[in-house]
């Protein structure tokens, strides 16, 4: 039975309209115009597409208050989440990832893109079904009411010329020809199911040789799927590449045949003007995560030379320090006015499209992230009369001044799963913090 919502005001293709009606039958919007809102339900504040968070670990979220002891950088905190992924198993990671793509839903996200590559039991060997960690996730993130592009990873070396390690055996499967194997059978195990997509990730060039690329990159090309791949985040990691390889990450890719317009360059901090070219020329999408990047030290990447370029930005949360994708937008807005020194680098409306209509597409649902007929019928709503937004107009209330928090309704592929700030769930908060509890 369709449903129709009067919107307060809306986030349309056009910009923001005053009094918009959305109906909606089944997964799908069918129908978008202004009107009065008769019989129809309320939705006050402001009302945008769902938002994408295009990176995620869903894991890391167990660091969070814990990692930010203490003194380090990026290779000191590895270690800290190392030791969370040697206590997982499917029950705990399932109980986990449900609180965590909740947490997401109660800031507005609709789809996720969760970047997986803890498959295995402690010491590497399978679970009696091999991909039991994947299912875990995607049965997570179909309670939280989330879509999911599972970007299963293929993980291979400890890094550049040194062998697995430790939590690092629960990553591989040997080789890349392995790591394929699995992963058909995991796609056929979702074939047909439209709110999953199963897509390929290479972790990094410090975890996947360059001669085990292509078989991944292969899988990306076969099954029409995303291909996500973590690139320069360290500079550690550039220099290291380049003295073994003689190349920069973003080359080795390209060389591999892993750069396109299904792929993402995840955090991609540290690039030369060559690797710019290179991501903007082949249509690769750039990943941002910004409350990341800072909590781990790694730097500001140069996200408006690259989009001088013609790169697309999208956005993650990927450790989880912040679920939180307007603090996302905004971020690499704020950062670039540090590095810069000028101000207005992004208007709302660009970083908004980066947080729904781009992210959505770069996971493998390119007809979502608008509020038009036959797009999923996700609609967020947000508020525009908090201590936050109060007296503030337009996307920059939004962007510029909500947090999560202010977010007080969730419609994701139809289905309402926040209401009045609460998830359908129940008390998120008491989720995450018995199953974060039971790992320690």
């Known amino acids: 039975m369709p449903l129709t919502y009067w919107c307060e005001q809306a986030w349309l293709p056009g910009g923001v309209a005053e009094g918009v009606l959305v109906e909606i039958d089944g997964a799908r919007i069918v129908h978008v115009e202004q009107g009065p809102p008769g019989a129809a339900e309320r939705l006050p504040g402001l009302t945008v597409p769902g938002l ?242 800072r909590d781990l030290a790694d730097g500001i990447g140069p996200a408006r030379a690259a989009a001088d370029r013609g790169a697309q930005l999208t956005f993650g949360s990927d450790s989880h320090a912040v679920i939180d994708l307007f603090e996302e937008a905004r971020a690499v807005e704020l950062d670039e006015r540090l590095s810069s020194g000028r101000r207005g680098n992004w208007s709302a409306a660009d970083l908004l499209s980066a947080a729904t209509g781009k992210g959505h597409t770069s996971l493998g649902f390119p007809d979502a992230g608008l509020l038009v007929p036959g797009a999923w019928a996700d609609l967020v709503s947000v508020r525009l009369d908090s201590v936050r937004t109060a007296g503030a107009r337009g996307l920059e209330a939004v962007v510029f001044a909500a947090t999560a928090a202010d977010v007080h309704s969730v419609i994701s592929s139809g289905r309402r799963i926040v209401t009045d700030g609460r998830h359908v769930l129940g008390d998120v908060g008491s989720l995450l913090a018995e199953a974060i509890g039971r790992l320690r």
Not at 217 to 244: D, G, I, K, W, Y
Not at 260 to 277: K, N
Request: hydrophobic letters at 40%; proline letters at 4%.
């Open 52 to 293: 994408a968070n295009a990176h995620s670990h869903a894991f890391h979220r167990a660091l969070r208050g814990t990692a930010q002891e203490g003194k380090g950088d990026f290779w000191t905190w590895r270690e800290q989440m190392y030791d969370v992924a040697a206590a997982l198993d499917p029950d705990s990671y399932h109980r986990l990832a449900t609180a965590v793509y909740a947490e997401m839903a109660l800031a507005g996200v609709t789809c996720v893109g969760e970047f997986h590559y803890l498959h295995h039991a402690p010491g590497g060997r399978p679970y009696d079904d091999a991909n039991e960690m994947g299912h875990a996730l995607i049965r997570a993130a179909r309670d939280a009411g989330l879509r999911i592009a599972l970007l299963d990873t293929c993980y291979l070396s400890g890094g550049i010329g040194a062998p697995l390690a430790g939590a690092q055996l629960r990553f591989s499967d040997g080789d890349a020809d392995g790591w394929a194997a699995r992963v058909e059978e995991l796609g056929a195990a979702y074939e047909g199911r439209l709110d999953v997509e199963i897509g390929a990730a290479i972790h990094s060039v410090r975890a996947v040789p360059p001669e085990q690329m292509s078989v991944v990159a292969e899988f990306s090309h076969r099954n029409a799927a995303p291909l996500h791949m973590h690139v320069s985040e360290q500079q550690a990691e550039n220099t290291a590449c380049v003295e073994m390889y003689a190349a920069t990450p973003v080359q080795v890719l390209h060389e591999r045949g892993a750069l396109g317009p299904r792929s993402t360059a995840v955090h991609a901090t540290h690039l030369t003007d060559v690797d710019i070219e290179l991501i903007a020329q082949s249509g690769t999408y750039i990943c941002m995560c910004p409350t990341t990047e």
